[in-house]
Every structure is written in structure tokens, then in C-alpha cells.
């Protein structure tokens, strides 16, 4: 049995929880709904984990453009997970679409027949890494997940995801839950499955004990405000944070970036496919990834620039994993990182 899994059998480094008021990523209890008014007639209602200005901006503009209405449940993934299963036991799933962090949700869902196939019109100008082959959903944006650092506290900032395991960084790091974030679980999935990362770089991460914050807008938070000063947390909260005077810079490590990209699918289940459809269309159209850029995403077509201050994607070293092994992964390297971490 190797180290990682008699861990898993019982102790696990302490950790504090931290909670911050201000998050872009919604804690366990974080929920809301939006309305966007119409006057076509049409309504879809949008599950997602978009922070909540963004996803009120989007289906705006969606709204604008077509007349559809749109209603929002927003939650962490763990908790869309979780309202998803709850509806599917007890009839069908409520939302006409899904909008949320990670493949491999959408994998599970595909393989239990809860995604509608659909190749949205313009998928051909898209990164072709984000777009399922099997046609049941699409990436709608490029978010990786960097080393975030406090200008203030940290002279020579960590460059790599070796960097962190330096004793230096003991209990001065802060990362996201993966029970709550799905970006976070998937990126244990990742680490778990690179080469020269893996479970001696888990455990050597643990061996600092890191403090775990709710999601990533708290980690970013805790940076930005120098309680830890060096942070695991998607890129695009660190560009947001800067641009206010916070003293945050970012480093996207040298030896792999895993990133996710926020899938849009439709549920099988839709009362509304039509409309759902003009939505992931709208998604992943220049309009929509336009507006992505200007919300500080990278995008997932090469016609719309990106945003001001962030790399071309072809600049840096993106982990593009297989999606079914990482799927298959995943529970057990979370429940494993969580034993170590706390």
C-alpha cells in the first residue's frame, strides 16, 4: 500500500478553513437566481457556477440578441452536482442547460444519457480541445488554474508547481476545495496524473499544510490581502484583482498548466432544446466569446483577442489530459488529496 492510500485509511494534516465574503466561485451555501426578462415567449433556465455579475451579463446580452428569457440557479459544482442527482431521483432534471467548470462532469453525465447531443453551428473555429468529439457538449472558455502571489510578501515568487513543495512555502499557501469547486477537483485529477507531479508531489505539497478556502474566490482574496501570500486559484481572478490596486501577480507554472473550460451542454430533459441550443450557440459565438474576453477569460476561438495583461494560449504549457482517464480518476484523487490536505 503506498503512502498516499494508508493515509487515506486515516490521518490527515490539519488545515484551517478560511471563508471570505467577497467570492467569484459561490461557497457550498452560495446560491442565487436571475431573470432576464423577454418578450418572446421563450424561457430556459441556466444551472451554472459562473460568478454571479458575469453570467447576469451574459444572459443580458443573450437576451438581448434573441428574446429569450433566461432563469439562473447558480451554485458551486459540488452543489449543482448535488441538486442534479436530487431532481433526476425524484423525475427529471429542472434546468434546460448546464454551464459549469469541469469535463469530467460533463463525461458522467454524457455516459448517463443526461446530455443532449448538439454541435453548436460555429464549433469548427473553436480550440478543437474543448469540444466533446461525441457532440454532447462544449468548452466556452480557457480558465487555468496559476500560482497566484503576493506582491508585498513575496520577492522571488514560485515559477512551478515543484516550487511549492519548498519548506519556505510551509503554511503560506492557500488552495480551493475540490468538494466545492469543480475546477479544483479536476485539477487534483490532473496533478495526480502527471508525470513528475503525481502522489510524491501531493504528498510534499501536504507536508506544507497548506490552508483550504471555501473556492477560488476566497483563495484569491487571502492573497490579495496578504493572510497567505501565495495561492493555487483560476488566472482570471488574479488579472481582476490587480487591475483594482490589489498587490497580486500571477505565475503560470513552468512545468504544466491544467485549466478547465467552463462546458456548456443541454439536458436531455430540456422543455426548450431550441432555445437551449441558440444559448451554447450564443456561448461560443464571437458575441458571447467576445464578452468572455472582456470579463477577463481567455477565449476558445482565435478571432476575439484576450485579455488585456494575459499570455496567448500558444505561450504556455496547457495539461490537455484524457478526459476519460481523468473522469475515471477523479473521485478517488480527491478523496486522497483530501485525506492528505485536510
Known amino acids: 500500500m503506498t503512502p498516499l492510500r494508508r493515509l487515506l485509511a486515516g490521518a490527515a494534516l490539519g488545515a484551517v478553513t478560511v471563508l471570505a465574503a467577497a467570492c467569484s466561485e459561490p461557497a457550498a451555501s452560495d446560491t442565487a437566481t436571475s431573470d432576464t426578462g423577454s418578450g418572446s415567449g421563450d424561457t430556459i433556465t441556466v444551472y451554472t457556477s459562473e460568478p454571479q455579475a458575469k453570467i447576469d451579463a451574459l444572459t443580458a446580452a443573450f437576451t438581448e440578441e434573441t428574446g429569450i428569457a433566461v432563469e439562473v440557479f447558480r451554485a458551486g459544482t459540488g452543489d449543482l452536482n448535488a441538486r442534479i442527482a436530487s431532481e433526476r431521483a425524484t ?69 512551478s508547481w515543484q516550487d511549492l513543495t519548498d519548506p519556505e512555502y510551509s503554511e503560506r499557501i492557500v488552495l480551493p476545495n475540490p468538494d466545492v ?28 499544510r497548506p490552508v483550504v478556502a471555501e473556492s477560488n474566490g476566497p483563495v484569491a482574496q487571502a492573497v490579495a490581502a496578504g493572510t497567505q501570500p501565495v495561492g493555487i486559484v483560476v488566472d482570471y481572478l488574479v488579472r481582476e484583482l490587480s487591475a483594482k490596486g490589489s498587490p497580486i501577480a500571477l505565475s503560470y507554472p513552468t512545468d504544466g498548466v491544467p485549466y478547465v473550460s467552463q462546458p456548456a451542454g443541454i439536458f436531455s430533459d430540456s422543455a426548450q432544446p431550441e432555445a437551449a441550443k441558440k444559448f451554447v450557440d450564443f456561448l461560443i459565438g464571437r458575441r458571447g466569446q467576445e464578452l468572455a474576453v472582456s470579463q477577463d477569460y481567455l477565449p476558445v476561438r482565435a478571432d476575439v483577442g484576450t485579455p488585456d495583461g494575459a499570455p496567448a494560449l500558444e505561450d504556455l504549457e496547457l495539461l490537455t489530459p484524457d478526459l476519460e482517464e481523468i473522469t475515471a480518476v477523479q473521485p478517488e484523487a480527491v478523496r486522497a488529496f483530501n485525506a492528505l490536505v485536510g
Not at 150 to 157: A, C, L, Y
Not at 189 to 202: D, F, Q
Open 91 to 159: 423525475g427529471s432534471v429542472a434546468a434546460d442547460v448546464l454551464l459549469a467548470a469541469d469535463a469530467p462532469t460533463f463525461e458522467g453525465y454524457k455516459k448517463d444519457g443526461l446530455l443532449l447531443q448538439y454541435t453548436p453551428a460555429e464549433a469548427g473555429a473553436l480550440n478543437p480541445d474543448v469540444v466533446d468529439p461525441d457532440g454532447y457538449y462544449v468548452g466556452t472558455r480557457i480558465i487555468p488554474t496559476v500560482i497566484a502571489y503576493n506582491t508585498n510578501d513575496v520577492t522571488d515568487p514560485p515559477t
Open 181 to 208: 469547486s469543480g475546477a479544483a477537483a479536476y485539477n487534483v485529477a490532473v496533478w495526480s496524473t502527471t508525470p513528475g507531479l503525481g502522489e510524491p508531489w501531493i504528498e510534499a505539497l501536504a507536508g506544507n
